[in-house]
């Protein structure tokens, strides 16, 4: 086997090795060359390269949201670290394994006007779990830095940062390894739960308890638990398109329930408790609701961190949600209420409201949501980009089979694709990318990759510019809104569907959208479907959406 020469890059390999990192995502460079021989030379591990580093740290970002396992991405020196960072900041918030291991130039080199040289040590400290600063020479505290590393990312799920200065020569080779490094087998301590019976009984005696559920992965939840909670009279459940949880009492168009309330609405559906339970919440309009109308309890349960998100937060069960209710439940009483009946009824008049509103609109936005939304295949993955995107899916109800995910920790538009072609090669499964415009041209280097399934398909909402500025407060018709809110534009993914191998096909109205998507789920080759809507119609529509469902 082939092994870099370099000791210190020997070390890292043969660490991550014995922790299973197995999945390396390299940004092509000099610097990192040790590394890279080391990897790539290695069965042990599954390489990719990918050129642009901000689109390589979103695609393992991606592969690790799906396999919920560490993943690394290895750079050259300079300023290619700098852009791992927004797919870093997006682990951080996301709670996703990312480890970022970036070559660098010896201390002796930096600030002295070398080339390609900038500070590296600590440059995502304020989003980093942990910071491994190695040395050039191999020492038992390099080994215990990265082994560190490597752990924080698991237990606390999240991205950290290993920083290795190499000197050169850095492409030589050797046939066998020559260090010997003492591999740490980290205790793991699991904190017992609390007793429950103060907060069973504040539960016991609440008529109106909420729980609102943010992003989780399939199966992160006991179905036994979700359908006991659901037939709770007093319990109305609100989830939102990512929490992949499903049941037919559940809320899932938060939206579209609470826009309409007037203030007594409001006030008859403030909850005594609230449960928060999974990643950030997209919908606005629930959080206004819940700053405003505080509960007099909120409990979030999270094995690792409880946002203060309404300003109401009174207690954080560091718990799995599984552990926390397999405890809760058998302390529970039920009682007489008419919470939940009260928010089905309403679910339904929506339901109603919905569909008349539906039937009478022309093509838009909200009009091509519907129809794709209704087509999916059954058992594949939705990823949404953020924006408007992920507003509009929160509107429509989705088959229980269908994963969906979207990169709300910093509900940033700049990876969508990118995290949906590294989720699409780690699942396996048939993927869609629901994505804007702005979404996709801003990561249209996403393409750029040789590992793309045959089975990922991209639907593109072209609507020529960032749409969801129109339903913001401060939309008005003149050039700086145009030009520098909305940003319009004439442009089209033809060209670069050509460019990198995509077929293409594209929809302007109803019929064509419904045979295009149809073509679109049944090819067998990567695909991009690109509708397009009125520009000048599509916030109308949606406002008056609101206004049609009293």
């Known amino acids: 086997m082939i092994y870099p020469k370099i000791p210190l890059a020997q070390s890292i390999i043969e660490i991550c090795k014995a922790k299973e990192l197995h999945h390396i995502v390299i940004s092509p460079g000099s610097r990192n060359a040790p590394l890279t021989i080391g990897f790539t030379n290695n069965p042990e591990f599954t390489c990719y390269s990918v050129a642009d580093e901000r689109c390589a740290a979103f695609f393992a970002l991606g592969i690790a949201q799906q396999l919920q396992k560490p993943v690394a991405v290895v750079c050259t020196s300079g300023s290619a670290l700098l852009n791992y960072y927004p797919a870093f900041a997006e682990a951080f918030y996301s709670q996703i394994p990312l480890v970022v291991i970036s070559a660098d130039r010896p201390q002796n080199k930096i600030d ?3 080339g390609q040289t900038i500070r590296q040590e600590n440059v995502f400290d304020n989003h980093s779990l942990y910071n491994a600063n190695l040395v050039e020479e191999i020492s038992e505290g390099n080994d215990v830095k990265i082994q560190s590393a490597i752990h924080f990312a698991v237990i606390k799920k999240g991205p950290v940062h290993i920083n290795v200065p190499f000197e050169e020569p850095l492409y030589e080779t050797v046939d066998d390894i020559s260090v010997h490094t003492k591999i740490i087998d980290f205790t793991l301590i699991n904190k017992e739960l609390e007793s429950l019976d103060i907060f069973a009984n504040q539960w016991n005696q609440a008529k109106k308890k909420l729980i609102l559920i943010g992003g989780c992965n399939p199966n992160f939840m006991q179905q036994s638990i979700l359908d006991f909670l659901a037939n709770d009279n007093s319990v109305v459940i609100m989830t939102e398109v990512t929490s992949n949880v499903h049941h037919s009492n559940f809320i899932t168009n938060i939206d579209t329930i609470i826009t309409p309330f007037t203030e007594e609405d409001f006030i008859n559906f403030k909850p005594e408790i609230l449960i928060t339970i999974g990643g950030m919440i997209v919908s606005k309009r629930i959080k206004a609701f819940l700053r405003k109308y505080k ?3 909120h409990w979030h349960i999270d094995e690792l961190r409880a946002y203060d998100t309404f300003g109401c937060l009174t207690k954080h069960f560091q718990t799995s949600p599984n552990v926390f209710f397999n405890n809760f439940i058998p302390k529970i009483i039920p009682l ?7 928010a089905l009824t309403i679910k339904e008049v929506r339901l109603q409201k919905t569909k008349i509103y539906l039937d009478k609109i022309p093509f838009s936005d909200f009009k091509a949501f519907e129809i794709i939304l209704q087509n999916l295949s059954l058992h594949s993955q939705l990823q949404i980009s953020n924006s408007s995107a992920i507003r509009y899916a929160q509107l429509f109800a989705i088959d229980s089979s269908i994963e969906v995910f979207c990169n709300r920790g910093t509900s940033g538009i700049d990876g969508s694709t990118s995290t949906a072609i590294g989720a699409a090669l780690a699942s396996g499964k048939e993927t869609v990318l629901i994505t804007g415009d702005i979404s996709f041209l801003y990561d249209s280097n996403a393409l750029w990759n040789n590992y793309i399934p045959k089975n990922f398909k991209i639907i593109l909402l072209n609507n020529g510019g960032g749409g969801i500025f129109r339903i913001l407060p401060g939309h008005k018709e003149n050039e700086t809104f145009n030009t520098y809110f909305e940003t319009s534009h004439h442009l089209t993914a033809e060209h670069i569907a050509k460019m990198y191998g995509f077929k293409y096909e594209k929809a302007v109205d109803e019929k064509s959208l419904k045979e295009n998507l149809e073509i679109t789920l ?17 916030d109308s529509i949606l406002l008056d959406y609101f206004k049609n469902l009293t």
Request: aromatic share 6%.
């Open 112 to 114: 002295i006007g070398d």
């Open 336 to 342: 007489e209420s008419d919470y939940l009946q009260n």
């Open 295 to 297: 509960p007099q309890e």
């Open 522 to 538: 049944n090819t067998e080759k990567s695909i991009i479907l690109e509708v397009f809507t009125p520009t000048k119609v599509n």
